[in-house]
C-alpha cells in the first residue's frame, strides 16, 4: 500500500506542534522565563527564524501552549460523554476523574490552571488574558455535553450546576484534597443530587 506523502499543511502542523511540545517541556522543566526561541530552535532542529514564522513572539507561544493544553483537558472530557452516552452522572463522573489524573500526569496543565487563578508562576505575567478563556471554554463544552444528555433541565439550574462542577474540579487540580477517584465520586453524587432535587 502506497502511504501519500504528507501535505505541506500536514507539515507545518507537525512542525507547529512539535515546537510548541518543546516550549511546554522546556517550561516544566527550567521555567518559562529561561524558554527563547534560540533554545526552542535548538531543541526542534530547526533554525530561530523558523521558530518565528512558525509560532510569533513569546506572547503567542504562551498562549499556543494554553491552547494545547486546554485541547488535552477537553478531550478528557469529550472521551468520558463518549463512554457513558445518556447516563449524565457517571458521564461527570468519569470527566471530573479524567481531568484530576490528567492533570497529575501534566505538571503544566497544574501550572496553567494555577496561574489562571492567582497562583505565583512565572507564566501568570502571559496568562491573564488566558485565565477567562480557561474557565469559560471548560463551562460551554461541558454545558453542550449536558444539554445533550439531559436537554430538559432549567437554564438557570444547569449554569450553576455547570459552573459549579467546572470550579470544583479547578480547585482540586490546584490543592487535591483527596484521590481522583474520590473526588470524582463526590462530584458525582453532588449532581446526582442536584438533578434529584430540580425534578422533585
Known sequence: MTVAPPSSREKELTLRSRIV????????????????????????????????NEIGGK????????LAELQNFLAAVDAAFEAYPGDLVNAVRRACHNVLVLA??????????????????????L??????????????VLREHVEATAPALPARELDV?????????????????????????????LVERFLAGVAS
Open 21 to 52: 511540545g518543546a516550549a511546554a517541556r522546556a517550561t516544566v522543566e527550567t521555567g518559562w522565563s529561561s524558554v527563547t526561541m534560540g533554545k526552542l530552535a535548538e531543541l526542534v532542529g530547526v533554525s530561530r527564524q523558523t521558530v518565528y
Open 59 to 66: 506572547q503567542q507561544l504562551a498562549e499556543a501552549i494554553v
Open 104 to 125: 497529575t500526569k501534566t505538571p503544566l496543565l497544574h501550572a496553567i490552571v494555577s496561574a489562571s487563578h492567582g497562583a505565583g508562576h512565572d507564566l501568570l505575567p
Open 127 to 140: 496568562l491573564t488574558t488566558q485565565s477567562r478563556t480557561l474557565i469559560e471554554t471548560a463551562k460551554t
Open 161 to 189: 450546576a455547570i459552573d459549579t462542577v467546572v470550579r470544583t474540579v479547578l480547585s482540586h487540580i490546584m490543592q487535591p484534597s483527596a484521590s481522583p477517584d474520590r473526588t470524582a465520586d463526590d462530584i458525582a453524587l
